[in-house]
């Protein structure tokens, strides 16, 4: 069964950090390109950052310099580590594993100013 568990969401001050982790099980993860999208209320889900199977990444422009994307294939876990967070970063973040079609369950992420 492919499954993504997102970690390490919650609440950080403007201008400080966080760091999602999304553990991946029931596929050949390092074969697989994995991503972060992020929604909030009534709007579309959109990509945040990528990274291919050989450590290639692609950020939307909102979120370059300040956050990371990486992957360990050992562990089978992708992250995000979040800079410089600021209000507008503020929404549930989904791991994706776009060759699956499978989403993560979400988790919510809250800068306050």
């Known amino acids: 069964q492919v499954q993504l568990v997102e970690s390490g969401g919650g609440l950080a001050q403007s201008g400080g950090s966080l760091r999602l982790s999304c553990a991946a099980s029931?596929?050949?993860?390092?074969?697989?390109?994995m991503g972060w999208y992020r929604q909030v209320p009534g709007k579309s889900r959109e990509m945040v950052a990528m990274?291919?199977?050989?450590?290639?990444?692609n950020y939307r422009d909102s979120v370059k310099g300040r956050f990371t994307i990486s992957r360990d294939n050992a562990k089978n876990t992708v992250y995000l580590q979040m800079s410089n967070l600021n209000p507008e970063d503020t929404a549930v973040y989904y791991c994706?594993?776009?060759?699956?079609?499978?989403w993560g369950q979400g988790i919510q992420v809250t800068v306050s100013a």
């Open positions: 990274i291919t199977t050989v450590g290639s990444t």
């Open positions: 029931g596929f050949t993860f390092n074969t697989t390109v």
């Open positions: 994706y594993a776009p060759s699956k079609s499978t």
